[in-house]
């Protein structure tokens, strides 16, 4: 079973417009309304691959009620909060650029977040394949909790991948104990300090937060693919070109691809771009079924040179 804990979920709600022309009015094609936070969609993907899956949220108001129906049926443990759920909006446009309006969430008391520690660490006791901890942090979460959530996940032997941003991810990523960080190419970049233009660049960032006593990093690039690397090595994989219809979630169903395949990091990085693709071609947060991703159509190239740029990839 892979556990995901997303302390600020949200229900997602995508609007499909033509094109986004700001002060006119946008007549919005197909609405979508799915369950959101990037631990739920990781959860999600997971489920869709067959693979068994327990969900750790927080949800509170009629928009938890709505997220908690959402689910469908999804295994969750949900911690009730007196807040309310935030709700997040999509635009998509034509050509597939997606437009994030993300709310910054409900308030959570500290008995909440003692809440979702005590109902992490009771599902980390039936011995998870692994702990994914993911999205940003809602008010009132101290920023140190995904390096606890690490800590605890790490005193049950059970490894942990990361997925946030900005200052939780910093904090995290200088405690150490993350088996797996799934930063995109941006997040990295506010992580080092800097832009980062070749694979070079990725590669001197994510060894920075491997010795700082994390395992692996895993590096969505958007359309250019994503880089793997660890203290042994580096791999850069590449999908066959799709028709973007959404890139939100996309980076969910990477993380997805990743953990649920066995074997080298390679065939590991295969999969995590393969979900990774199939998502993007579908509107929202639709997380791909079982016979869309195409592995093996994606190329991965050991030791890719330092030198190439991430936008030339
Ligand atoms: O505001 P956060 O927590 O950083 O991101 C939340 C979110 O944008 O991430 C998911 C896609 O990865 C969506 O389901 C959700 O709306």
């Known amino acids: 079973m892979i556990l995901t804990c997303t302390p600020n979920p949200s229900v997602d709600h995508t609007l ?16 979508t309304t799915e369950a959101g936070g990037k631990g739920v969609n990781v959860s999600r993907a ?22 908690t129906s959402l689910l469908s049926g999804l295994q969750h443990v949900a911690v009730p909060i007196a807040g309310t ?49 993911s999205g940003s942090l809602p008010v009132g979460a101290p920023v140190d909790l995904y390096a606890r959530l690490a800590k605890l996940a790490g005193s049950y032997g059970v490894p942990v991948a990361l997925d946030t941003s900005g200052e939780p991810l910093a904090t995290a990523v200088a405690a150490g104990g993350s088996t797996l960080l799934k930063p995109n190419r941006e997040e990295l970049g506010a992580l080092a300090g800097r832009a980062l233009e070749s694979v070079g660049d990725v590669v001197r960032a994510a060894r920075e937060a491997v010795a700082r006593g994390n395992h692996a990093v895993l590096v969505t690039l958007g359309p250019h693919g994503a880089l793997l ?36 990091p390679d065939h590991r990085l295969r999969r995590a771009v393969a979900w990774g693709a199939a ?35």
């Not at 709310?103 to 998870?128: I, Y």
């Not at 660890?230 to 990477?254: K, L, N």
């Not at 579908?282 to 040179?305: H, S, W």
Request: a negative charge; charged letters at 20%; proline letters at 11%.
């Open 85 to 133: 759920t935030r709700k997040n909006f999509t635009l998509a446009e034509g050509d597939g650029t997606t437009t994030k309006l993300n709310s910054s969430g409900p308030e959570l008391a500290p008995g909440e977040v003692d809440g979702l520690l005590a109902a992490v660490e009771a599902e980390l006791a039936r011995g998870p394949e692994w702990l994914v901890a």
């Open 279 to 313: 998502a993007v071609a579908l509107p929202g947060t639709t997380v791909p079924g079982p016979g869309e991703p195409r592995p093996d159509a994606v190329r991965v190239v050991p030791d890719p040179p330092a030198s190439w740029l991430l936008d030339e990839l």
């Open 229 to 264: 690397a660890d203290a042994d090595g580096i791999w850069w994989g590449q999908g066959p070109p799709v028709v973007p219809r959404s890139t939100v979630g996309a980076g969910d169903c990477a993380l997805a691809g990743y953990l649920s395949a066995d074997g080298p």
């Open 46 to 67: 997971l489920r869709a691959m067959g693979r068994a899956t327990t969900a750790v949220l927080p949800v509170g108001g009629a928009t938890g009620a709505e997220l």
């Open 16 to 31: 499909e417009v033509p094109e986004l022309l700001l002060g006119d009015i946008l007549r919005i094609r197909s609405p």
